[in-house]
């Protein structure tokens, strides 16, 4: 069955597909016209959910929802769907992450039905790192759709209750839809608008460490309205150890400028995590104050975010009542 949806109207943010109630804590947040923040956990090595129940416990009363990676950089890890479920456990409102690199659509769509099933109201579509970057260059890489098809097949999922077969579902799921851009690219506010057209309604970027620069890349956003279509969220994070700065330099679309390099490799190493911090707090605020900026995605050790949020004038989160969402688009009214 499709989803119930209407249009919303004037400055308040536009997602291509507007249910009668919100899909979880996030869109809530989000809907609202409240500034959101998201935290990142990446799954183990192994077969346990120690770090992922660390991560849980120490970010859950500061942010609203908290993405798992998919495969990140290419390395094998518990799966997303499943650091998801315990992140349910603890109270927390997770963002499954599924990249096009390691699967194929049956595979992409039984992990949906799965994930949402269980109670996981948002993903995030990527392609997914280079398998060559990762720790087994030796595997094959599937990529049997694009980002652009991921997102219009599980859009089609979940708004017409068919799979990419043509047949139809008993049941529906229901999702909110993100994506991940990079900024700091050549046509990256078209990149962003074709994402958007497939059917995404929350974007998280990659890392904003030039907020000059980003603030130009989001000029072009407003210019062609594409904030008022699809939520931005700015990705900003720490480097608070040297080898972490290095780390971060090699990642691909990381901007890094020397005014920011030079700044933390300035002070004493001692004193370099607390700086690390500062300047992470001094450009959530600055995004704060960014036209058609939703939200933050804080990549950040599960200590240091709360310490982050509170140098830049952030508290706890307010709770939020949300209705249940059910893996049915059945109900809505």
């Known amino acids: 069955m499709a989803e119930s949806a209407h249009h919303s109207s004037g400055d308040q943010p536009a997602a291509n597909t507007f249910p009668t109630r919100p899909y979880g804590r996030l869109h809530q947040r989000l809907a609202n016209g409240e500034f959101a923040i998201t935290a990142e956990a990446v799954p183990p090595r192994g077969a346990d959910l120690d770090s992922i129940r660390r991560v849980a416990r120490s970010v859950r009363d500061w942010v609203d929802a908290v993405n798992v990676t998919d495969g990140q950089s290419a ?8 650091a998801c479920i315990c992140l349910l456990q603890e109270q927390v409102e997770p963002v499954v992450q599924f990249t096009c690199r390691d699967r194929n659509r049956i595979a992409l769509q039984s992990d949906l039905l799965g994930a949402v099933a ?19 260059p030796d ?11 991921l997102i219009r097949m599980v859009c089609r999922i979940r708004d017409q209750g068919v799979l990419a077969s043509g047949r139809e579902l008993t049941r529906a799921p229901r999702c909110f839809v993100g994506v991940v851009e990079d900024p700091f690219a050549p046509d990256s506010a078209s990149r962003l608008e074709a994402k958007i057209e497939a059917g ?14 980003f603030g130009q890349w989001m000029k072009q956003v407003r210019d062609r309205g594409l904030e008022k279509r699809c939520y ?46 500062s300047l992470c707090a001094e450009t959530v605020q600055a995004l704060r104050e960014t036209a058609g900026v939703a939200g933050v995605h804080v990549v ?8 982050v949020l509170k140098r830049a004038g ?7 009542v949300v209705s249940s969402a059910s893996s049915s688009s059945e109900g809505d009214a």
Do not use: C
């Open 314 to 320: 952030i508290g706890r989160r307010t709770p939020l």
């Open 300 to 307: 950040a050790a599960g200590a240091e975010l709360p310490e």
């Open 118 to 136: 269980l109670g996981v109201p948002n993903v995030s579509l990527m392609t997914g790192d280079a398998i060559h970057l990762g720790d087994d």
């Open 200 to 213: 995404a309604q929350f974007v998280q970027t990659q890392f904003v460490f030039d907020v000059d620069r």
């Open 232 to 277: 931005i969220l700015a990705s900003v994070g720490t480097a608070r150890t040297p080898s972490a700065l290095e780390h971060l330099k090699s990642l691909p679309g990381v901007y890094l400028p020397e005014a920011v390099e030079r700044r933390l490799r300035g002070v004493p190493s001692d004193q370099l995590e607390s700086e690390a911090i």
């Open 139 to 149: 595997a094959k890489p599937v990529f049997d759709l694009d980002t652009l098809g």
């Open 75 to 82: 390395e094998v890890r518990l799966p997303s769907w499943a």
